[in-house]
């Protein structure tokens, strides 16, 4: 296939990524360069990197659209995505964003259309306090590419799962299993020189290393259950720090939520540590492996990349039992998952919130307080990834879904 050229069409690719759709495509991207053409298009306007021009062209919103609804201003970079993909022999897209793109690619240039799910609307009813009417757009977008396209990439078995309920017409024969991936050497625990500095670049960002730690990493969003961690935190042992890497919130509501049951928190106990902006990889791997356990309390995860990162880093993981995490992490070996009921409405709010705090609470308290069975946990879920999450056998999978597309057109 090395003379197959194939566009990849994203909302985010570096220096913008914001979530783990991002970090997805950059790492594919780099992966799949190694063995056939790739061209990136992506939003936040050109790249200006040398190594980029020739191969990532990034789009900002049609000037006759500045003030419009955002999916709108979305759809507007998708139809200039569209015309430019002329050339390809497939064409990939990565969230709703890109999807319609996709889709008026595949019908414009005669050519097949992958999508990778890394999220689905009709499971994140909250964006409509985002998007407002934007929110019924990007639901069409989605629904109509996922039901047009010739393959579709689920991140999870969970995430498959979720599909096939939500888009009932979609062939379930084009729905392949390609999990997320994660870079092994850039995400791993500091030695030596760079152990120095990162034991100075928690100490500056007000973590005290000698305390045992949970750490948070995501975006305030309604479904990475930050406030349940909160109201778990309150009843975790006084010597445990909270470590929150959260930032990005998707409204000013959620952003008020949040910010006021920290302040809160951090009036009944002391170690909560909220830090807001963007942290580089190597600062970030400095937070992980200053901490004792990562915590994902998700309502909704198709898989989340950030619980390959932290194993990576020899993290322990304790995450809600839902959609792709049971995936990812071994229960009882490389963490503890936690049980969640939860209400069949989109929102996957638990049917029992109290229970779900308790749960929680009682999973990191197991993992705190048992510092070797902790460091036991970490070194499996390193091994972990390394057998299963390499971005090499990610490629590998993703170029033969392209063939089985392709065989098949």
């Known amino acids: 296939m090395s003379t197959v050229r194939v566009d990849l069409l994203t909302r985010e690719f570096p220096p913008y990524v914001y979530g783990g759709a991002g970090v997805h495509v950059a790492e594919l991207s780099g992966v799949l360069r190694q063995r056939i053409d790739v061209r990136v298009r992506c939003f936040d ?17 049609p ?44 019908l414009l240039h005669g050519i097949p259309h992958v999508l990778s799910a890394h999220s689905l609307e009709p499971l994140r009813p909250w964006k409509a306090e985002q998007l407002g009417g ?88 309604r479904q990475k259950g930050l406030p349940y961690l909160l109201k778990a935190a309150e009843r975790l042992h006084p010597d445990i720090q909270l470590i929150l890497c959260a930032g990005a919130p998707d409204t000013p509501e959620i952003a008020a939520e949040v910010s006021g049951a920290v302040a809160e928190l951090s009036t009944r106990r002391t170690g909560v540590v909220w830090i807001e902006q963007m942290l580089s990889r190597a600062d970030l791997v400095a937070v992980l492996a200053a901490s004792t356990v990562f915590v994902c309390p998700s309502v909704y995860e198709p898989l989340g990349i950030v619980n390959l990162e932290a194993m990576a880093v020899g993290l322990p993981v ?44 009682e999973a990191l308290e197991a993992v705190v307080g048992d510092p070797a069975r902790a460091r036991a946990m970490g070194l499996a879920a390193r091994t972990r990834v390394e057998d299963h999450f390499a971005w090499d056998a990610i490629g590998d999978r993703t170029i033969e879904v392209y063939r089985s597309v392709l065989d098949a057109g």
Do not use: C
């Open 45 to 61: 306007g050109p790249r200006t990197g040398a190594d980029e021009a020739d191969w990532v062209t990034g789009y900002a919103p």
């Open 63 to 106: 000037a006759e659209l500045d003030g419009a609804n955002a999916a709108l201003a979305t759809f507007g970079v998708d139809l200039a995505m569209a015309n430019d993909v002329a050339g390809a022999d497939l064409v990939h897209s990565h969230t709703w964003y890109a999807n319609l793109a996709g889709h008026l690619a595949g």
């Open 134 to 221: 934007g929110y019924a757009l990007s639901s069409w977008a989605e629904k109509t590419a996922y039901e047009g396209a010739a393959g579709v990439i689920a991140v999870s078995a969970g995430m498959r799962e979720d599909i096939l309920r939500s888009y009932p017409a979609v062939d379930p024969a084009k729905v392949h299993v390609v999990h997320n991936g994660i870079d092994l050497a850039g995400w791993r625990r500091p030695e030596g020189h760079a152990a120095e500095r990162a034991d100075r670049v928690v100490r500056d960002l007000g973590i005290d290393p000698t305390r045992p730690a949970v750490v948070f990493v995501g975006r305030i969003t």
């Open 318 to 361: 304790v995450g809600s039992a839902t959609g792709g995490i049971p995936e990812v992490i071994d229960d009882g070996v490389t963490g503890l998952l936690v049980p969640i009921d939860q209400v069949q409405d989109g929102t996957g709010t638990p049917t029992d919130p109290e229970q779900f705090v308790a749960d929680l609470v």
